[in-house]
């Protein structure tokens, strides 16, 4: 009953998990609906998959790549 990028849809996510966001890797392809959000609320492990469509924001303190295999190299696969 909340849509991103409101906080009470990640808050939901956390209380379904039973983790908090130091818990947390969120991988995205939307800094707007997703990375923003997620920065807001402290989770400190974030990837931005850009595939061109927003331009990078570096203030938001993330890693990003191109393509999935990013997150392979980010967690060391």
């Not at 990375?35 to 890693?63: F, T």
């Amino acid at each position: 009953q909340a849509y991103k990028p409101r906080l009470q849809a990640f808050e939901y996510m956390f209380d379904m998990l039973g983790c908090g966001p130091e818990d947390i890797l969120h991988v995205s392809s939307s800094l707007r609906y997703d990375l923003i959000p997620a920065h807001a609320l402290g989770i400190g492990a974030r990837l931005h998959v850009n595939r061109g469509y927003e331009p990078s924001v570096p203030e938001y303190d993330y890693h990003e790549t191109t393509d999935i295999e990013g997150l392979a190299k980010l967690v060391g696969v």
